[in-house]
């Protein structure tokens, strides 16, 4: 399986597995009001492209990412990912994104 990077900007990024790769670009594509960006996100995911520079968008839409992985991404995945022997792992390694955004907050 493909890994997935997401860069929030140089030098503070997040890889996964491609499915939580994946699922994590779904999380966000349902819930983003920039549409263009859900669809680039959305192109991301259909051709496993493997990678989103969440620096290189618009800033409204990397606020917009951020407020929504910050207020919802580790709860979503507890509700929808499997249980499995992975999933307290998973969700950390979820949480370690949502810790990477306060990082990569502009100056």
């Given at each position: 399986?493909?890994?997935?990077?997401?860069?929030?900007?140089p030098g503070v990024d997040?890889?996964?597995?491609?499915?939580?790769?994946?699922w994590t670009l779904e999380f966000l594509?349902?819930?983003?009001?920039?549409?263009?960006?859900?669809?680039q996100l959305q192109e991301v995911v259909d051709n496993n492209l493997?990678?989103?520079w969440v620096h290189e968008l618009p800033p409204s839409a990397q606020t917009e990412i951020f407020d929504h992985w910050r207020r919802g991404l580790v709860?979503?995945?507890?509700?929808?990912?499997?249980?499995?022997?992975?999933k307290t792992d998973?969700?950390?390694h979820l949480q370690n994104l949502v810790d990477a955004t306060y990082a990569a907050d502009p100056d």
């Open positions: 399986m493909m890994a997935g990077l997401i860069v929030l900007k997040w890889s996964a597995t491609g499915g939580l790769f994946d594509i349902a819930r983003l009001s920039d549409r263009q960006v859900a669809d493997g990678s989103v709860e979503a995945g507890e509700e929808d990912l499997p249980e499995n022997d992975h998973v969700l950390r």
